[in-house]
């Protein structure tokens, strides 16, 4: 009786063993069914995301600046087969659904906008079961209106300050050295002229209180003397320069011209200190006294003539002599 009992007891524990191992077996069954089907419809662990609803794509990749009317792109990556997208412009209008046909793939679309502002551009996946994931962080795209709309280098602001059309290319500031400062300043008073318009190293105000023409600066020479600027100036615009300027003490003297040579008087002391030759500038060392040289040569023969004249050495007649008989 008690054999019985023990083999009954080892019964039922083999039963339940087995039961367990059936359990396990099924679930491995399943496991394996399940995946294999994920495998065969080739649905990875993105794919599994982005069919839940709570899937927030990453922005897309583009200009985040422009103008109006111009058509930029923007890329999307995605490893989703058989997934949609879909683009917010953030204009009120979006993109088709594209479809994703390969592993690894780029969506690209274009998109123009028609007025200025800042827009959100957006980007949401529909999966193959239809269910849309929320849509992404925005890329923000600003359209601003270009700051030369005629594209002729001059910043709208500063042409409409002057009164001058932005539009019009062939409407801008005047600007005689093309330095990008006006010659003038502004009609509302924001910007300030250039102070030397021909960029010839004088102001304009010493130009026209010198008399040479603050717009012109083939009037103007700029010299250095010792390591100083000092400025050689045409005021009649006849190729001469008959001014001579002196920065540093603001002194102005006249030149003389002689054979091409310009001769300076920095100092105005009514001599001259320096002489100015196809760009060379030498010392003055004085000119050489010829008129002393000939009246040199004149007198001292004279004189040389009346002394021996005084000797008794010369004589202006001749002495007779009588012989006696």
Not at 265 to 281: A, T, V
Request: glycine share 6%; charged share 25%.
């Amino acid at each position: 009786m008690l054999r019985k009992i023990c083999s009954l007891n080892k019964y039922k524990k083999n039963v339940k063993f087995n039961f367990i191992i059936f359990l396990f077996t099924m679930f491995l069954v399943v496991f394996v069914i399940f995946f294999s089907f994920i495998v065969l419809l080739n649905l990875n662990k993105n794919i599994c995301v982005t069919a839940s609803s709570s899937y927030i794509p990453t922005p897309p990749i583009g200009n985040t600046t422009g103008d109006i009317n111009v058509e930029y792109e923007y890329i999307f990556y995605t490893s989703s087969i058989g997934s949609n997208w879909r683009f917010d412009w953030g204009d009120g209008s979006y993109s088709d659904w594209t479809e994703v046909e390969e592993s690894d793939s780029y969506i690209s679309q274009n998109h123009s906008w028609k007025s200025y502002g800042e827009y959100n551009v957006r980007i949401k996946n529909k999966n193959i079961y239809n269910q849309e994931s929320q849509w992404s962080l925005p890329l923000i795209v600003n359209i601003t209106s270009p700051s030369d709309l005629d594209k002729d280098g001059w910043n709208n602001k500063i042409e409409e300050s002057y009164k001058k059309d932005p539009k019009n290319p062939n409407d801008y500031p005047l600007d005689t050295d093309s330095d990008g400062i006006p010659d003038d300043n502004s009609d509302d008073g924001k910007y300030t002229g250039d102070l030397d318009d021909d960029n010839d190293g004088l102001s304009d105000l010493i130009e026209k209180l010198l008399g040479s023409n603050p717009k012109d600066n083939n009037d103007v020479l700029n010299i250095i003397i010792l390591g100083k600027n000092y400025y050689l100036i045409d005021t009649n615009n006849d190729g001469d320069s008959n001014i001579f300027y002196n920065s540093q003490t603001n002194i102005q003297t006249k030149t003389s011209i002689k054979d091409g040579r310009i001769y300076l008087d920095i100092n105005n002391d009514k001599s001259w200190d320096y002489i100015y030759f196809k760009g060379i500038i030498s010392k003055y060392e004085g000119e050489f006294p010829w008129i002393y040289l000939i009246i040199l040569f004149i007198i001292v023969p004279i004189a040389i003539v009346i002394i021996l004249f005084k000797k008794g050495i010369l004589f202006l007649y001749e002495e007779e002599y009588i012989k006696e008989k």
